[in-house]
């Protein structure tokens, strides 16, 4: 299951991409202030589309040759000039992540700022940039939140789940997620370790303590949120009451979706047993590790923070097939998983390259579906940078379909991706070299478990054309 398409409104465009089949809506333009804009959180809990922003905060300067109004700045766009407002954002207790207040457009960086001193208000000295202090940026007026279009978040029923929809009061509609009409609670697609695509809440995830030393009788999980007093909503209150258990292996997915029970210390100072991966014994350290059931103490007699396991809901869950079928396009929509990310987002399979990928800036400057693959560092075989050959060293798994291919992005402005097509087999390598940069090579002692890598030509990859619709 793909999201379904965003629709543009009266006022606020689609922007999108598309290509070999493919239609992806990566934002909007609002016509009438002519700016690209995202759904973002807004003031008092609501949301509106906005353009780009940078978190401001008061610099203890003042914006008048008086001192009489507060200066509020943000850190300078580092790579593109898409960013133009600053953002202030108010905490009211621990239980908030940060409400925006306020939105106010840059100014001209040389925009003098005052200082109130022991002689009067004078100008500010300017701050030097450091590398824990960026360049900064002073705020203008504030703009009115009303001047940006709102949307309202409704519920689309469907099967196997509900859509989360924002319906933009110009008529905009974009999909923001999916919800559980039985459970009652929100949830995201996710690969399970069983293989199947499923609709997994969003609980909290963590180690599950069993009561025997097989690993077969689940027990209790570490819960510290018992006691908590934020608000919660009736969604937040379904979840708080589930647990999910990832598998050992950081490619296995979530393994089980249990129900909890209470925090009555019922089980404190029963022996548990947590599942762990391991070598296998006598190999390597480095070896692939086999799931293994090991002891790890007793319960706390005061038990304040563990809740007993209920049943397992797993089957229970929706599930979809995780690619579309049929069509005879190149791109058809998918439900792809990023390495590194928990959930499976909406993306797309090339059925040509059968590859998953995603939409992504190519070195040749345009937007490319590029198979979703591991970030690698890029070695030459030698010690001075010449090698006509090589090695890609992964640094984050990729967890679907075999390591065909990796990512590397570029430091530039924009950054850029380039695919590496990958040998079957990994070897290690003692003593390489890597071009730290411009005419600079660094050697590497060791490089463990690198592949062989071509790099492969852009264009043989489904390029994005941009619209505003």
């Known amino acids: 299951m793909s999201a379904p398409s965003a629709v543009s409104g009266t006022r606020l465009h689609a922007r999108s991409l598309t290509g070999g089949g493919a239609r992806e809506v ?39 040759p008086g001192c009489q109004v507060p200066s509020l700045s943000a850190p300078a766009p580092t790579c593109s000039d898409d960013v133009k407002y600053g953002i202030t954002l108010g905490y009211n207790n621990n239980c908030s992540a940060g409400e925006p207040t306020e939105l106010r ?21 300017a701050i030097p940039v450091t590398p824990t202090r960026p360049a900064t940026v002073p705020l203008g007026d504030v703009i009115p939140w009303t001047d940006f279009v709102e949307a309202i978040e409704t519920i689309v029923p469907g099967s196997p789940v509900s859509e989360k929809v ?30 199947i695509t499923r609709c997994v809440p969003a609980a909290r995830e963590g180690q599950i303590y069993y009561g025997d030393a097989s690993c077969t009788r689940p027990l209790a999980v570490n819960d510290y949120s018992n006691g908590s007093t934020c608000s919660v909503t009736a969604s937040e ?32 100072g029963a022996s548990i047993f947590q599942m762990t991966n391991q070598p296998p014994s006598g190999a390597p350290s480095n070896s692939p590790g086999v799931a293994t059931c090991q002891a790890s103490g007793t319960l706390g007699n005061g038990f304040s923070n563990y809740r007993t396991v209920g049943d397992v809901i797993n089957t229970s869950l929706p599930s979809t097939p995780r690619v579309s079928t049929g069509g005879t396009d190149r791109l058809v929509p998918a439900l792809v998983w990023p390495p590194a990310a928990d959930a499976l987002v909406p993306g797309w399979h090339d059925t040509m390259s059968d590859v998953d990928c995603t939409f992504t800036l190519a070195t040749d400057g345009k937007m490319r579906c590029l198979p979703l693959a591991s970030k690698a560092t890029i070695l030459f075989t030698d010690d001075a940078c010449k090698s006509p050959t090589v090695v890609a060293v992964l640094s984050e798994p990729s ?19 380039k695919i590496y097509a990958l040998g079957p087999d990994a070897k290690d390598l003692m003593s390489a070299s890597v071009a730290a940069g411009p005419g600079q090579c660094g050697k590497v002692t060791q490089a463990m478990a690198a592949f062989d890598a071509t790099e492969m030509a852009p264009s043989q990859f489904v390029e994005g054309v941009p619209a505003v619709e």
């Open 105 to 125: 457009k840059f100014l001209d960086p040389a925009t003098p700022r005052y200082i109130q001193g022991p002689t009067g208000c004078s100008v500010a000295p």
């Open 237 to 268: 209150a379904v979840i708080a009451n589930l647990w999910l258990e990832p598998s050992v292996d950081v490619c296995g997915g979530i393994r089980n979706v249990y129900r909890l029970g209470t925090y009555d210390g019922s089980a404190s």
């Open 26 to 64: 990566v934002g909007f333009h609002d016509m009438q202030r002519n700016e690209d804009c995202t759904f973002q959180p807004a003031e008092g809990g609501r949301t509106r589309c906005l353009p780009a922003t940078a978190t401001a905060n008061q610099t203890g300067t003042f914006s008048d």
């Open 166 to 195: 924002l319906v933009a009061t110009d008529g905009a509609r974009q999909h923001v997620g999916y919800r559980d009409d039985k459970l009652g609670a929100d949830c995201s697609f996710q690969l399970m370790s069983d293989g």
């Open 399 to 417: 967890c679907i379909g075999l390591r065909r291919y990796a990512r590397v992005v570029s430091t530039t402005c924009p950054p850029t991706t």
